[in-house]
């Protein structure tokens, strides 16, 4: 029963809240705090227990739940999330009341796909929860509803419907070799698979899946763009919770089927080396507040993708210690990381409720009175850049121990071991520089302009006491978890590897990694953000302007190459022709199917709207007939804008349709 209400105790809370919204305003918003604060009691009530529950509906297996350390952890730290961001978001949003309903209605609906995906016991269960949470979570991207917000959110909506058919295909492949989909048979069935190839293509197709909501490289592309255009409590939840839903995918995939792969290990660790030195260097030459934010998410998840890697690697070598302890980093900078940016994007809300600004050049100097932000950045800071005695040196500590490990146990991988050893470090050495490029810019240096430093000094608080509370309560935990007796024990009590008691955190060979990286990120401060990005007093943006894998890549190649290579096949006369007439025919009725998509949605839904709804147009102006059915339609139109409207709702109805039909597919063939 904790469980159900657990999971589905959020969806039936979220349909209340929204009725209530457009009556009680204030009332809503309290009930979003307190359905969050009682999602984390009951998360803690949880803890401890061994709970394994089938609920036998929509699919021939159910949906199955399960309990145990590293679950019930994330269940919690979801719901801690989730009741951080909705006190602080009490005063963000106070001054606005525009489309609050739809925000506060699918921010709870996503707690409760969240906690489905993390307490799930098999990857179907994941998946239906992932792909709910796709959906829900993407009408965060576009609440500002401005032309950026927008753009934004088709690019999250198309990656998240790609990764999920891509998914969907690989947990396809993969039942149809091993017979199951739970977690804990897939080993069993992974060891008598016939096909070790298509084990191998399926694990690469749900690895692609999870890992373009986790804003793995190449799938990376929406999450710069997304972090920055969305409200500040909705960024902290898609950097801090919603990548790491992605994670979880990757990681229980790994533990459970392919633990014993070391080819499919080099390929996530490939993949992390990529995704933690790109999303460094991106978030190095950056100077908007959010975008850097943004950006250095992406290089923290290649960071914990690494660790899977190295996991995976090592385990296949035979080196089970050596696994044991970058599993042990990997979740526990998975811990780090969902807290840290808890933080450090509230700290960002607080600057954008404030200056409604994120260029470094207009908010440089407005903190360097507001102290009790300046301490919570600051531990935020401290605790991602690896410095001792806070929580993401022990983590990055034990992921750079488990690199070494692979150095010394898999001769084979010594030289490529080697180097991405410094890639780490480097890598750990930029993430030093720019958030001391943040910190200096926002708290340390005045403003260039003296009148508007003059009145960023004479102006308001950062914040309420409420949104202070929130950033500090997450902030303190950067100290607590920078205690090695802490963390131990939290890596013990999440992977079971209680070997990582006799972890020194503090010996000089451990300290060395971490002091390497903190003077290579002197060393870059110094020189390419002082002497190179800061010139004459200005921050300039330096990354150009032409180097975006979306724009360059993607977007030519769905909108311009593929159909002119479509249309160059289908026009090839005589001999030549590679086309059979019946391919040809599947061509143009393929062409055709899009088109109507593409339009005919629109159509259906005017026609739906001028019939059922019996809208009508007097003076320039909509007339709905009386009454209590058409009043509720009234006011649920209003909130769902600019879905229906402004909004391209073909795509969201052709997304939603995907949806209905995995489902029914699924429902077949389990």
């Given at each position: 029963m904790l469980t159900i209400s657990i999971v589905f105790g959020p969806f039936l809370c979220a349909a209340v809240l929204f009725f209530l919204g457009s009556r009680k305003p204030?009332?809503?918003?309290?009930?979003?705090?307190i359905v969050s604060a009682l999602e984390l009691l009951l998360t803690i009530?949880?803890?401890?227990?061994?709970?394994?529950?089938?609920?036998?509906?929509l699919l021939r297996g159910g949906l199955g739940f399960t309990t145990d350390g590293f679950r019930s952890t994330y269940a919690v730290i979801t719901a801690f999330m989730w009741t951080g961001s909705s006190a602080f978001a009490k005063e963000y949003f106070q001054h606005e009341q525009e489309h609050l309903d739809r925000f506060w209605f699918f921010m709870i609906m996503t707690l409760g796909a969240t906690e489905g995906v993390m307490l799930s016991a098999d990857l179907m269960t994941a998946f239906i929860f992932f792909?709910?949470?796709?959906?829900?979570?993407?009408?965060?991207?576009?609440?500002?509803?401005?032309?950026?917000?927008?753009?934004?959110?088709?690019?999250?909506?198309?990656?998240?419907?790609?990764g999920g058919l891509v998914l969907f295909m690989g947990l396809l492949l993969l039942y149809t070799e091993t017979g199951t989909l739970v977690f804990a048979q897939l080993k069993g069935g992974v060891e008598a698979a016939h096909h070790p190839r298509r084990i191998m293509t399926a694990a690469i197709c749900i690895l692609l899946g999870f890992g373009a909501k986790a804003g793995?490289?190449?799938?990376?592309?929406?999450?710069?763009k997304a972090h920055p255009v969305a409200p500040s409590p909705a960024s902290a939840l898609l950097s801090g919770m919603l990548t790491k839903v992605g994670i979880y995918g990757i990681l229980m995939l790994s533990i459970s089927a392919m633990l014993e792969t070391g080819s499919f290990g080099m390929l996530v660790l490939i993949l992390g080396l990529i995704t933690m030195v790109l999303g460094a260097v991106l978030a190095l030459f950056s100077i908007d507040l959010k975008r850097t934010l943004?950006?250095?998410?992406?290089?923290?998840?290649?960071?914990?993708?690494?660790?899977?890697?190295?996991?995976?690697?090592l385990s296949a070598g035979g080196a089970e210690e050596g696994a044991g302890v970058a599993a042990s980093g990997l979740v526990l900078h998975m811990v780090n990381h969902s807290l840290i940016k808890l933080v450090l994007f509230l700290a960002a809300g607080a600057v954008v409720m404030r200056l409604h600004k994120l260029d470094l050049n207009e908010i440089r100097g407005w903190g360097r009175r507001r102290k009790v932000l300046m301490i919570a950045f600051a531990l935020g800071a401290l605790s991602i850049s690896g410095v001792p005695f806070f929580g993401g040196y022990i983590s990055k500590t034990l992921l750079h121990e488990g690199i070494v490990e692979g150095i010394h146990h898999l001769k084979d991988l010594h030289g490529f071991l080697s180097v991405a050893e410094w890639v780490f470090l480097c890598s750990g050495g930029m993430t030093f520089a720019y958030m001391l490029k943040l910190f200096i810019c926002l708290f340390v240096e005045k403003n260039k302009d003296e009148k508007v430093q003059?009145?960023?000094?004479?102006?308001?608080?950062?914040?309420?006491?409420?949104?202070?509370a929130a950033i500090l309560a997450a902030a303190i935990w950067m100290v607590i978890l920078g205690q090695p007796a802490v963390m131990t024990r939290l890596a013990a009590h999440m992977t079971g590897f209680h070997e990582i008691l006799s972890f020194k955190a503090f010996s000089w060979t451990n300290l060395k990694g971490g002091l390497i990286s903190l003077t290579i990120g002197g060393v870059l401060y110094g020189t390419v953000v002082r002497h190179w990005i800061l010139k004459d007093g200005i921050y300039r943006d330096l990354w150009p302007a032409g180097w975006d894998l979306e724009e360059k890549v993607y977007r030519p190649l769905l909108t311009g190459l593929l159909?002119?290579?479509?249309?160059?096949?289908?026009?090839?006369?005589?001999?030549?022709?590679?086309?059979?007439?019946?391919m040809k025919a599947f061509v143009w009725i393929g062409a055709f199917i899009g088109r109507v998509l593409d339009t005919g949605m629109d159509g259906l839904i005017l026609l739906l709207r001028r019939t059922l709804m019996k809208e009508r147009k007097v003076q320039g102006e909509e007339r709905r007939h009386p009454g209590l059915i058409r009043t509720i339609t009234a006011e649920f139109e209003?909130?769902?804008?600019?879905?229906?409207?402004?909004?391209?709702?073909?795509?969201?109805?052709?997304?939603?349709?995907?949806?209905?039909?995995?489902?029914?597919?699924?429902?077949a063939v389990m």
């Open positions: 204030a009332v809503r918003d309290h009930g979003v705090i009530l949880l803890s401890g227990k061994n709970v394994e529950l089938r609920i036998p509906i792909e709910i949470l796709s959906f829900t979570s993407f009408t965060w991207v576009i609440h500002e509803e401005t032309p950026g917000a927008i753009r934004a959110g088709y690019t999250y909506l198309f990656i998240a419907v790609i793995m490289f190449p799938l990376h592309v929406w999450l710069p943004a950006c250095s998410s992406m290089s923290q998840i290649g960071f914990i993708l690494t660790g899977v890697g190295m996991m995976v690697c003059a009145a960023y000094d004479a102006g308001p608080g950062a914040m309420n006491g409420l949104s202070a159909p002119r290579i479509g249309g160059t096949i289908a026009q090839i006369p005589g001999e030549n022709r590679i086309l059979t007439p019946a209003e909130t769902m804008h600019p879905l229906t409207s402004n909004f391209t709702f073909a795509m969201l109805m052709t997304c939603i349709g995907i949806l209905i039909v995995l489902i029914a597919v699924v429902a």
